[in-house]
């Protein structure tokens, strides 16, 4: 799995509309690469990869297989969401297990399209979206402080260990931050990513803008970027219209149309690098007669934590790694030559896996 990403934003800004655009998109993108719809709200998507095709063509591949992403659309949020107004906070739950979250701001005007609030005002929407999800996030820890307390007194030693954490994050919430502004050390890292927190998650605003503003933007995505800059979180320009008209497209239309606009990427390619930013991914891929795959694991993996997206049993007898990069791989026409020209490396343990490496795990169980 590449990585999980939830779309939230009010009514009314274009979420579902790209949404639906962006799983759509991959799917026609994609070609033969699988796609499905898990239920109305939840798509997963194939992340368009061309070193996969080129693999899979040196290799003779009998299938390519992509890593995915899910997008989870969640019902649009209004004020009192956390408190069950509306939709929103019967979605809330799905976006838990989320890796990031996208916040969809409409910085368009259109008069046929009524804002939930009467006015365009970027600034105002994220903040609506950003309490919402705080408010949603203060619950759930004063709901689980007093428990840890008590386990804490009585010496349990994960809940000594929680507490000063959830303490901070609930001082935190409380004061109107959210939890991903937390500083906390490498080891409580993933206690704070347990408590799987809404606003600890990293944040990608998309600026969904008219056609016209597609390729540089408008006075409100500027102001949405100022916003992004300040949570040193990631803003992107897409235009939801567009992306609906691309899905709609094959490969080679998609790109002349992307071309005759002036625009260099999609908006699912926009996404995915961003998302891999954010969360700080690479891809390595294997390959060969059967298939050509492509896996993602965070960066700074050594090579029996990157073997592990494989199967649990590849990291727990894990003997080597044989690695080409890809570029050899490419230039030289596979495994054999590279080989032979000396561009195959034996790996041991203590390898850090570097993006597009193409690898064959040595195990024993």
Request: aromatic share 6%.
């Amino acid at each position: 799995m590449g990585f999980k990403c939830g779309i939230v934003g009010l009514p009314n800004v274009g979420k579902s509309t790209l949404f639906n655009a962006l799983t759509e998109t991959s799917n026609a993108q994609a070609e033969n690469y699988p796609f499905c719809t898990i239920d109305p709200n939840v798509g997963e998507v194939a992340i368009p990869d061309d070193r996969l095709k080129a693999l899979a063509r040196i290799s003779d591949s009998k299938s390519i297989i992509p890593t995915k992403m899910s997008f989870v659309d969640i019902a649009g949020l209004v004020k009192g969401a956390s408190k069950g107004e509306g939709l929103g906070n019967k979605f809330l739950g799905n976006i838990r297990e989320m890796d990031a979250i996208a916040y969809v701001i409409r910085c368009f005007e259109d008069s046929d399209i009524v804002h939930v609030n009467g006015t365009i005002n970027p600034v105002e929407d994220s903040e609506i979206v950003e309490t919402e999800l705080m408010l949603s996030d203060l619950e759930s820890i004063e709901s689980r402080i007093p428990s840890i307390e008590k386990k804490a007194r009585s010496g349990d030693a994960e809940a000594k260990e929680l507490l000063p954490i959830i303490k901070s994050v609930h001082e935190l919430l409380s004061s109107g931050k959210p939890a991903r502004l937390l500083k906390v050390s490498e080891s409580e890292k993933p206690i704070l990513k347990n408590l799987q927190l809404l606003t600890s998650k990293p944040v990608l605003y998309i600026c969904n803008v008219s056609e016209e503003d597609a390729t540089t933007g408008n006075k409100y995505s500027k102001l949405v970027q100022e916003i992004a800059n300040e949570e040193d979180a990631l803003s992107i320009i897409i235009s939801a219209k567009i992306e609906s008209e691309i899905s709609q497209l094959n490969t080679e239309e998609k790109n002349e149309y992307l071309l005759a606009l002036g625009l260099e990427q999609s908006g699912l390619e926009q996404v995915i690098q961003s998302g891999y930013k954010l969360l700080n991914l690479i891809t390595y891929f294997t390959s060969g007669p059967e298939e050509s795959r492509a896996w993602t694991v965070p960066s700074g993996s050594n090579a029996p934590r990157a073997a592990r997206e494989i199967h649990t049993d590849f990291e727990k007898g894990f003997i080597r790694a044989e690695v080409i990069s890809y570029n050899d791989y490419v230039t030289l026409e596979g495994e054999k030559k590279s080989k032979e020209a000396g561009k195959m490396r034996v790996e041991g343990k203590n390898y850090i896996v570097e993006d597009g490496d193409v690898i064959y795990f040595r195990f024993n169980v």
